[in-house]
């Protein structure tokens, strides 16, 4: 009984600190209005950024609407590398988590091509030791790298229909 008691209220806890983390639609409205006024001034800044170290570009990024919630890699195809390699060679940068921009159907991403090729199992085990801080240690390993491009999209998610709704 104590023990189910326990498992309660860790629930309980855990639905009323979403509830508090989750953004109200105005709250979400406002955000993208100042990324929408944010993004297009990378593109009037991208020589800033290009041939410097991604520190640079991070600086603003941080100081900017644009927070930093998930972050995946821009990596070659294993169907055209010799012997079915990957490698990464820049970052995507997502306003949303996943199961956020799912639910919205849209998010906002800056993609950063750098001056680089890591060995893409090489590169995840470099950062999979920083344990939840991996977003952070991805950025800490990019910041001395040169910029190549800059890029950003505010994509939707289509909508998905099923074979019975076809």
């Not at 490698?87 to 988590?97: A, C, E, I, R, T």
């Not at 977003?135 to 994509?155: G, N, R, T, Y």
Request: hydrophobic content about 45%; glycine content about 4%; proline content about 4%.
């Amino acid at each position: 009984m104590r023990k189910l008691f326990t498992l309660m209220a860790a629930m309980l806890f855990s639905i009323a600190m979403y509830a508090q983390n989750a953004p109200t639609a105005e709250e979400q409205e406002r955000e993208n209005k100042a990324i929408e006024a944010f993004l297009p001034t990378l593109d009037a800044r991208r020589s800033e950024f290009v041939g410097q170290p991604a520190k640079k570009l991070f600086d603003v990024i941080r100081g900017s609407a644009f927070k930093i919630r998930n972050i995946g890699t821009e990596k070659t195809s294993p169907w055209v590398e010799y012997k079915g390699k990957t490698w990464v060679y820049g970052l995507s940068l997502f306003n949303k988590p996943v199961q956020q921009a799912m639910k919205d159907k849209e998010v906002y991403i800056i993609r950063i091509i750098l001056d680089v090729r890591w060995e893409s199992s090489a590169f995840w085990d470099s950062v999979s030791s920083a344990g939840t801080a991996w977003m952070e240690a991805i950025v800490l390993k990019c910041l001395d790298v040169k910029v190549k491009d800059v890029s950003w999209e505010h994509f939707y998610f289509p909508e998905r229909k099923t074979a019975s709704e076809k």
